[in-house]
């Protein structure tokens, strides 16, 4: 979620928006929306629409969007490839309670034995 405070009145959807309002925006949700994406609840690694607003827009758009896609990368590679068959051990996710930074309390996690295997530079890493 971020937020801002409205420069001028608008109406949006039906809603108006004063100068001033403070506006919350759900970047979340709005990464969700079916009308922008093909099955938008599926963690898909092969996606290519690329309109998603996770690192925001505009002026704002993140500085560090791509160290964290570096780093987002390096990991989840790292994390797939050490922990062979890896897989949910919950039924249901229990959400923190937090609508600025969304995600899960905790992640019960199953795996086989972990192998090992050389980092992306030839040695272990964790
Ligand atoms: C997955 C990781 C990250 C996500 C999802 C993320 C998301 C965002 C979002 C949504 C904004 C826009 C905020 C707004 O419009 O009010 C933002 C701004 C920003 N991010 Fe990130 N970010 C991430 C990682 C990073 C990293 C690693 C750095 C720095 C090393 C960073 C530095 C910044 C800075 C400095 C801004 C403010 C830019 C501005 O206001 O002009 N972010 N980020």
């Not at 938008?40 to 996770?54: I, T, V, Y």
């Amino acid at each position: 979620m971020v937020s801002r405070w409205a420069y001028s009145d608008f109406e949006i959807d039906g809603k108006v928006i004063k100068r001033g309002d403070s506006v919350n925006l759900m970047l979340g949700s709005a990464n969700r929306d079916q009308e922008q994406f093909v099955n938008p609840d599926e963690l898909n690694f092969q996606r290519e629409e690329s309109k998603h607003c996770g690192f925001g827009s505009g002026i704002h758009f993140c500085l560090g969007a791509t160290l964290a896609r570096a780093e987002a990368t390096i990991a989840l590679n790292t994390l797939i490839n050490r922990l062979p068959n890896l897989n949910l051990k919950e039924d249901a996710i229990e959400w923190a309670d937090n609508i600025v930074f969304h995600g899960p309390k905790h992640l019960h996690l199953t795996f086989s034995s972990p192998r090992d295997v050389k980092g992306l530079w030839g040695h272990d890493h964790v």
